[in-house]
């Protein structure tokens, strides 16, 4: 889940019907345990990746539903009315729609089909100033990503925390000539904690 966002907390996972991401949700948000039934014919689906995150400070909830493609798969209207499904059940069930909620919906995959419908669909939204995106409704949004954009936006992400342990990582080497100089520095900073 990393590659999304660290400050995300894992709703569900493989093989989770939308019933058991329901009862996590509600648990993660509020420590209640409950027992829960959806009322929807698609309620059964299993989502990839179901993430969430509270932010205490603008009283809001950012969930995030992945769907990921196998490699050879490629992306196309079948598994884009797949993440539509998973909006449906969303929206169809009161307790995934607080109002402080919002939706993030990611189709994911290595390559899209040979129609050209889905760079169609991307096309449409491009004046939205969000790469990928193919629908945004009030509080929900279905986004197209490759994995390369992804990693590639993970690695920009990590590139300043990256960038610091080199810096660190030189200055100690600058520092330690000898084995013997490194244990030192190192039970001189265990010794400080």
């Known amino acids: ?4 966002g660290e400050q995300y907390a894992l709703v569900a996972a493989a093989e989770d019907t939308f019933e058991k991401a329901l009862r996590n949700h509600i648990r993660i948000l509020s420590a209640k345990d409950e027992e829960v039934h959806i009322d929807n014919p698609d309620k059964n689906k299993q989502v990839d990746v179901f993430i969430c995150r509270q932010n205490k400070h603008q009283k809001g909830v950012h969930n995030v539903i ?7 798969k490629r992306i196309g209207l079948e598994q884009l009315n797949q993440v539509k499904t998973y909006l449906s ?3 169809s069930e009161s307790r995934f729609n607080g109002d402080s909620f919002s939706w ?4 994911v995959g290595t390559k ?13 939204y491009e004046g939205k100033g969000e790469r990928g995106i193919v629908q945004d409704l009030e ?9 390369s954009d992804i990693l590639s936006d993970c690695e920009i992400r990590h590139s300043f925390i990256n960038n610091q342990l080199d810096i660190q990582k030189n200055r100690l080497i600058e ?19």
């Open 104 to 107: 993030e919906f990611i189709l």
């Open 89 to 91: 059940v969303i929206l």
């Open 139 to 147: 509080n929900s949004k279905i986004y197209i990503r490759k994995w």
């Open 66 to 72: 992945i769907e990921l493609k196998h490699p050879k």
């Open 175 to 193: 520092k330690t000539k000898t084995a013997d100089d490194a244990v030192k520095q190192a039970n001189a900073s265990s010794a400080a904690i």
């Open 112 to 124: 899209y089909d040979s129609r050209g419908l889905i760079e169609r669909e991307i096309k449409s």
């Open 1 to 4: 889940t990393w590659l999304f």
